[in-house]
């Protein structure tokens, strides 16, 4: 089974009113900084006049990080896109592990701190590869037992939802809930 160009997405608890411009200056420190670890970021570019769109992104080398408003819910997102050996489980762990220490490093930021929580409860997860994983049944029952085990991990063997996209014209991926919260750390100590 191949996951190509992974994108997970982790949901900002509720709907804050939040000038998405307030991370541009965090964004660009990040990457003089080196706060999000080995990657090589690049630049930071505000998408934040497009409605429902991608936000203010970290542009990096392997991967984007993206704080966006697809479809009106404001999340952070990281985009895996250069392919790195290795199997679906760990390549889907290690982007949910970048995505969720680069939400602890927002709710950390003092200029957002008391307005971003992310809620590591309810994430996507999406092969962005049409050809490899195309949104099918077939491409669903494959990627079942990867979702399994990753519930297990991260919610501690409690119950989950996984909804796949039920438009076939989507990316394939799937919508997590779980039925208890869960915070960044916990969910962080989880897939260590």
Request: glycine content about 6%.
């Amino acid at each position: 089974m191949e996951a190509q160009q992974l994108s997970v997405k982790v949901f900002v608890d509720g709907n804050p009113d939040f000038d998405l411009s307030t991370l541009i200056p965090i964004f660009h420190r990040w990457i003089r900084e080196g706060t999000l670890g080995d990657e090589l970021l690049i630049d930071v570019a505000d998408y934040g006049h497009v409605p429902n769109g991608p936000g203010v992104l970290i542009i990096g080398h392997e991967g984007h990080y993206i704080m966006d408003l697809e479809d009106g819910e404001l999340g952070l997102q990281y985009n895996r896109k250069r392919d790195q050996p290795g199997e679906a489980q760990d390549k889907i762990v290690e982007a949910l592990g970048r995505c969720l220490r680069a939400c602890q490093a927002l709710e950390t930021e003092a200029s957002v701190k008391d307005t971003l929580r992310f809620q590591a409860d309810r994430i996507r997860i999406q092969v962005a590869n049409r050809l490899l994983a195309p949104n099918t049944k077939e491409t669903h029952a494959t990627y079942q037992s990867v979702f399994d085990r990753l519930i297990a991990r991260l919610y501690d063997a409690k119950p989950a939802t996984v909804t796949p996209p039920s438009d076939p014209r989507s990316l394939y991926g799937v919508h997590i809930q779980a039925d208890q919260p869960l915070d960044v750390q916990t969910a962080l100590q989880r897939l260590a």
